[in-house]
């Protein structure tokens, strides 16, 4: 009959007591059947995990602020999003990118920008109001592509017009009469194009929803008494 000896996890089951007789800060070595102490230097690691570095076989955390991989204490090799690292700096560090960048080489230099910006001669411009993606080939020519809730692209002039106050989404900007809704905001409903609050709403143009009138309100708070 083939005997197998019965292990725990990795560990054969008669080595438990020492795992369980070692003292706080110390480990069980296997092959030395010791609990030797967890700060003695132990020169076997192959790799590390993310924000560690490798250095003479222990892992050492970057300590860099926003830095994801670093190759020692002081060099960063992958950067956070919209950071780079400057080595002019002293120390050097992870600095900033330029508003609206998301990689770059230096303060001066974008590779890519982040939404609602475009890349022009490596400098991130803000796309107008409205716009979420634009393209451009200065701050002065830029054109939207497509817009953001409560606005309509008008290709003719490559920008981003305003719906109507109780439109989310329309076929073109401009007034309730022009009867253009698609969507309505909410408590609103649609009819022929139009976009109205439910009966006992208003519109609000402070928080721009639509809300119970003053009116149905004290109809709803109004005593009992009143009434009979």
């Known amino acids: 009959m083939l005997l197998v000896k019965p292990f725990y996890y990795g560990i054969p089951t008669e080595s438990l007591a020492y795992l369980r007789t070692c ?15 967890s700060s003695a230097k132990i020169a076997n690691c192959a790799g590390c995990a993310t924000g560690f570095f ?21 060099k960063c ?20 990118c330029m508003n609206g960048c ?13 939404a609602g910006f475009v890349n022009i001669a490596s400098t991130c411009i803000a796309c107008p109001t409205g716009c979420t993606t634009c393209t451009g080939t200065s701050a002065t020519a830029i054109n939207c592509t497509s817009c953001a809730a409560k606005y309509v ?11 109507y106050e109780t439109f989310t989404t329309c076929s073109a900007s401009g007034t309730d009469t022009a009867h253009n809704c698609i ?23 402070t928080s721009g929803t639509c809300t119970c009138s003053t ?14």
């Open 23 to 37: 003292a706080i800060g110390a480990y069980y070595d296997i092959p030395t059947s010791t609990c030797p102490s």
């Open 54 to 74: 490798l250095a003479g076989g222990n892992c050492t955390a970057c300590n860099l602020t926003k830095c994801g991989a670093c190759s020692s204490i002081t």
């Open 77 to 96: 090799d992958q950067f956070m999003n919209g950071y780079y690292w400057n080595s002019s700096a002293t120390p050097a560090l992870c600095s900033a």
């Open 102 to 114: 998301n990689t770059c080489a230096n303060l001066a230099t974008c590779y890519s920008c982040a």
């Open 153 to 163: 692209l008008n290709n003719a002039t490559a920008s981003c017009g305003t719906c």
């Open 183 to 205: 969507q309505c905001i909410a408590n609103a409903t649609i009819s022929f194009g139009n976009c109205n609050c439910n009966a006992g709403m208003t519109f609000s143009k």
């Open 215 to 228: 009116t149905s309100y004290l109809e709803l708070t109004s005593s009992p008494e009143s009434w009979l």
